[in-house]
């Protein structure tokens, strides 16, 4: 498996505009996992799914963001509208069962202006 | 809520030396705990599991330790090489939950 795949890898976008970001998680985990890396704050859940179904999605900061999984393999995090402050690495990760080895993509690098 | 604590935020080192990285976490009520690797520009590499119930887990040069009671665990790294310099993360997962709570991670620096 090619593990955890992310796109894009860079996105540089303006205030105010629509970023959706991708995922595809490794074939047959159960668990997908969106987290947000800054300098200030760290890693940060912003949603999980189980079997396709948000079960937490308590980190996402505003309701400008939001996440689907329309199919075991295929996530979206979108954040509409964009705002400098949203700056940040994006990363999904994902894992077979719920407490077992989690494994991370190379993450979005989201820069607003 | 669960905080995780890791000392010191960097490290600096020669070639060749065995070096401990520390992790502290709030609540010790965990299902297990899990070290990371992250290169630059890079994702999240995963180095190490280890469970609540385990003491030590070895992986070549790499050793983790977990004292639940405590609140603390270790990784060593032996014979430190330049490729080992990275920033070292430590992640939480609470009994009962799916996700994990990261630490702000230990920046290494191996110098030849």
């Known amino acids: 498996d090619a593990g955890v795949i992310q796109s894009p890898r860079h996105e540089v976008t303006e205030m105010g505009q629509e970023v959706t970001l991708r995922c595809k998680p490794i074939s047959g985990h159960d668990y997908l996992f969106w987290y947000r890396q800054t300098m200030m704050r760290g890693l940060e859940l912003l949603i999980y799914?189980?079997?396709?179904?948000?079960?937490?999605d308590s980190g996402m900061p505003e309701d400008r963001f939001s996440a689907k999984m329309p199919n075991a393999s295929f996530s979206t995090l979108k954040i509409q509208p964009s705002e400098p402050r949203d700056s940040a690495v994006y990363f999904c990760?994902?894992?077979?069962?719920?407490?077992?080895?989690?494994?991370f993509g190379q993450g979005t690098r989201l820069t607003v202006v | 809520k669960q905080e995780v604590t890791q000392i010191p935020a960097a490290l600096s080192v020669p070639e060749g030396e065995n070096l401990v990285l520390n992790c502290s976490f709030t609540d010790s009520a965990i299902y297990n705990l899990q070290w990371f690797r992250q290169d630059p520009g890079k994702g999240l590499t995963s180095l190490l599991l280890i469970q609540s119930s385990q003491r030590e887990q070895t992986s070549g040069r790499l050793n983790a330790s977990l004292d639940k009671s405590s609140g603390r665990s270790t990784l060593y790294i032996a014979a430190s090489q330049p490729g080992d310099s990275a920033t070292y993360l430590c992640a939480v997962r609470r009994s009962g939950y799916s996700t994990l709570t990261f630490g702000k991670g230990t920046m290494l620096l191996v110098s030849p």
């Open positions: 799914f189980n079997n396709n179904v948000p079960i937490d």
């Open positions: 990760a994902s894992s077979l069962v719920r407490d077992t080895e989690a494994f």
